[in-house]
């Protein structure tokens, strides 16, 4: 859709500000009165700010502040706003009604401001947690209609499509994941929604790949992994594999760094599945082809797992695994779904537990929340519980960590670390 359609780009200005002022003021009545002919995502052309911004930024608890429209914060009230004292509520109601309204969750301002980074900045928590369940709504539908789509595209394969590129979206890590600027979608993982292009598997796997002590790049400078994960890896590993002679199972060799942990681990078996060239290359090097306990699988796991899981003649091979961890550079939330759909079961033993990184959104917290709650739903519906490890991240910016690499894939402060089982 396009964003002009979205935000009434061709909206008065005045009637724009009539919507912000009502949205920000909290005037319910006067703001059900404008949605009827004006849209729930006009912008302020200065600010950035939409109805959403406004009405958040209407709760300020410091007060007083200037709004994008020019009017001062608790200036003027209505009979359905909530009365003095009581603004959170109010704005609650009235970030409620645009969301109905069609209002879009993650637009940003002209401060780079999604609705739920102001509310979190401004410390209002019942309107944070609004826009991220706004957030999981948006993101579960739209992956529902790809699905759909995709499915229809299925009826008819030209031949175009046979050589089509997956998405231009990151799984590890999670370049993607940003929100649109404006009106380009709703999704926090459409690669069209990003401000830099991004790899997709085919490109990333017939990249070169540069390997330094403490990352990889590819000839982008995209950071494929670096050693600062080394700690959540750790962490990872002795929780999955906490005890010796398990049997562990590897999508996604990276810098080996989890493979090190496994291995430290003494399991009694460990297959690794890698795709890119260069990797395997320097495995190779590094002599994790000649390990006793080691397997080293050659490919695309959507390639290599089917044939882990069933032979040529569609014999099982009741290969199981006690513990596994997946992550992939470049590929979408989808990828990551099908394969805990429709892999996991042919692979873990029961009892097993398996991870991956979680790196979704992780540029923006209000996106790593969404995707965490959006990952769990799936996991319930997938029949997985799932338990959540909160692990410190350092700053990385002040380290200096994203010297040199394209677009820093981690901004937060927290990395939550998922285990998830079988349910039962």
Same mark, same amino acid.
């Given at each position: 859709?396009?964003?002009?359609?979205?935000?009434?780009?061709?909206?008065?200005?005045?009637?724009?500000?009539?919507?912000?002022?009502?949205?920000?003021?909290?005037?319910?009545?006067?703001? +059900?009165?404008?949605?009827?002919?004006?849209?729930?995502?006009?912008?302020?052309?200065?600010?950035?700010?939409?109805?959403?911004?406004?009405?958040?930024?209407?709760?300020?608890?410091?007060?007083?502040?200037?709004?994008?429209?020019?009017?001062?914060?608790?200036?003027?009230?209505?009979?359905?706003?909530?009365?003095?004292?009581?603004?959170?509520?109010?704005?609650?109601?009235?970030?409620?009604?645009?969301?109905?309204?069609?209002?879009?969750?993650?637009?940003?301002?002209?401060?780079?401001?999604?609705?739920?980074?102001?509310?979190?900045?401004?410390?209002?928590?019942?309107?944070?947690?609004?826009?991220?369940?706004?957030?999981? +709504?948006?993101?579960?539908?739209?992956?529902?209609?790809?699905?759909?789509?995709?499915?229809?595209?299925?009826?008819?394969?030209?031949?175009?499509?046979?050589?089509?590129?997956?998405?231009?979206?990151?799984?590890?890590?999670?370049?993607?994941?940003?929100?649109?600027?404006?009106?380009?979608?709703?999704?926090?993982?459409?690669?069209?929604?990003?401000?830099?292009?991004?790899?997709?598997?085919?490109?990333?796997?017939?990249? *070169?790949?540069? =390997?330094?002590?403490?990352?990889?790049?590819?000839?982008?400078?995209?950071?494929?992994?670096?050693?600062?994960?080394?700690?959540?890896?750790?962490?990872?590993?002795?929780?999955?594999?906490?005890?010796?002679?398990?049997?562990?199972?590897?999508?996604?060799?990276?810098?080996?760094?989890?493979?090190?942990? =496994?291995? *430290?681990?003494?399991?009694?078996?460990?297959?690794?599945?890698?795709?890119?060239?260069?990797?395997?290359?320097?495995? +190779?090097?590094?002599?994790?082809?000649?390990?006793?306990?080691?397997?080293?699988?050659?490919?695309?796991?959507?390639?290599?797992?089917?044939?882990?899981?069933?032979?040529?003649?569609?014999?099982?091979?009741?290969?199981? =695994?006690?513990?596994?961890?997946?992550?992939?550079?470049?590929?979408?939330?989808?990828?990551?779904?099908?394969?805990?759909?429709?892999?996991?079961?042919?692979?873990?033993?029961?009892?097993?537990?398996?991870?991956?990184?979680?790196?979704?959104?992780?540029? +923006?917290?209000?996106?790593?929340?969404? /995707?965490?709650?959006?990952?769990?739903?799936?996991?319930?519906?997938?029949? =997985?519980?799932?338990?959540?490890?909160?692990?410190?991240?350092?700053?990385?910016?002040?380290?200096?960590?994203?010297?040199?690499?394209?677009?820093?894939?981690?901004?937060?402060?927290? /990395?939550?670390?998922?285990?998830?089982?079988?349910?039962?």
């Amino acid at each position: 859709m396009e964003s002009e359609t979205l935000h009434d780009a061709d909206a008065d200005p005045a009637e724009v500000q009539q919507v912000l002022t009502a949205a920000s003021h909290h005037d319910l009545r006067s703001l +059900r009165a404008l949605l009827r002919t004006h849209s729930a995502s006009v912008q302020d052309p200065q600010t950035g700010y939409t109805p959403l911004h406004a009405a958040i930024a209407g709760a300020d608890p410091s007060k007083e502040k200037q709004q994008p429209n020019g009017v001062v914060n608790g200036e003027t009230g209505n009979a359905e706003s909530g009365g003095e004292g009581n603004e959170e509520e109010a704005a609650v109601r009235t970030v409620k009604l645009l969301l109905q309204n069609g209002a879009i969750w993650n637009d940003l301002n002209k401060d780079d401001e999604t609705p739920g980074c102001l509310a979190l900045r401004l410390g209002l928590t019942d309107l944070y947690n609004i826009m991220v369940d706004a957030g999981v +709504r948006a993101e579960i539908l739209l992956n529902r209609l790809n699905e759909y789509e995709q499915l229809k595209d299925e009826d008819v394969v030209e031949p175009a499509d046979l050589e089509a590129p997956t998405s231009t979206e990151a799984n590890h890590p999670s370049p993607a994941a940003e929100p649109a600027p404006s009106g380009a979608s709703e999704s926090t993982t459409d690669s069209s929604t990003t401000r830099d292009p991004q790899p997709n598997q085919p490109t990333y796997l017939s990249s *070169s790949l540069s =390997f330094h002590s403490d990352r990889i790049l590819d000839s982008s400078a995209n950071s494929v992994m670096m050693s600062w994960e080394t700690a959540l890896m750790s962490r990872t590993a002795a929780l999955l594999a906490s005890s010796p002679g398990l049997r562990v199972l590897n999508i996604g060799h990276g810098m080996g760094i989890i493979d090190s942990e =496994f291995q *430290s681990a003494s399991p009694s078996t460990h297959h690794i599945v890698e795709a890119h060239p260069s990797v395997l290359a320097r495995m +190779r090097e590094q002599g994790w082809y000649d390990r006793p306990n080691v397997v080293v699988h050659e490919g695309r796991w959507q390639d290599v797992l089917p044939r882990l899981i069933e032979s040529e003649d569609g014999a099982p091979n009741n290969l199981l =695994f006690d513990a596994i961890y997946f992550d992939t550079f470049a590929e979408p939330y989808a990828a990551l779904r099908t394969f805990f759909e429709d892999f996991i079961i042919g692979l873990l033993d029961e009892g097993g537990k398996w991870g991956f990184f979680n790196g979704l959104g992780a540029d +923006r917290q209000v996106c790593y929340d969404v /995707y965490a709650k959006v990952v769990e739903l799936d996991l319930f519906e997938a029949g =997985f519980d799932v338990e959540w490890t909160s692990v410190e991240v350092p700053d990385l910016e002040a380290r200096g960590e994203w010297d040199g690499v394209r677009r820093a894939y981690w901004k937060l402060k927290e /990395y939550r670390l998922p285990i998830a089982c079988f349910m039962g």
